[in-house]
């Protein structure tokens, strides 16, 4: 099997839609999914964005996809880069796709420097083994918050 990894374009919006509502129907968050075709365009595949789409084909066929973007340590002194989504198509699991959207990752983080590669896993999915088996660890120290929503909008008047 040959495996690529592409950037996508605009063009590529309604694939990346698509594998976004997989993704969270195997999250079992389908129902949090607000993103459209066309927002995605304004605000994920056009010029403008601050994330990078990246699409895995297997064969010529969409297998997955990875979301990411850069942020900064002010410890290391150096950017980072986040994994925001990595999805792989359930028919094409356990045959290499997350491992080449994983190393497509890093190795842009080692490109641009980073120092630090960051992702967030659901507590149930069976791929936490796969990152702890490449020396990723759980912090557990940290906590996640989220606003979302009118709770953001209320932070702004503070």
Request: aromatic letters at 10%; charged letters at 25%; glycine letters at 8%.
């Amino acid at each position: 099997m040959n495996i690529t990894i592409r950037e996508a374009g605009v063009e590529d919006a309604p694939l990346v839609h698509k594998l976004i509502r997989e993704l969270a129907e195997f999250e079992k968050l389908a129902h949090e999914v607000e993103a459209t075709e066309e927002l995605l365009c304004d605000t994920l595949l056009g010029a403008q964005s601050d994330a990078h789409v990246v699409i895995a084909e297997a064969d010529g066929e969409p297998a997955g996809f990875a979301v990411f973007f850069f942020n900064y340590s002010t410890f290391l002194g150096r950017p980072g880069l986040y994994i925001e989504d990595l999805y792989v198509k359930p028919s094409r699991r356990g045959e290499g796709v997350g491992k080449a959207l994983f190393s497509h990752c890093a190795r842009v983080a080692c490109e641009k420097k980073c120092g630090r590669l960051e992702f967030s896993v659901l507590n149930w999915n069976p791929a936490r083994r796969f990152y702890e088996r490449l020396g990723a660890r759980t912090m557990d120290d940290w906590v996640i918050y989220r606003l979302t929503g009118a709770a953001l909008e209320n932070a702004t008047g503070l």
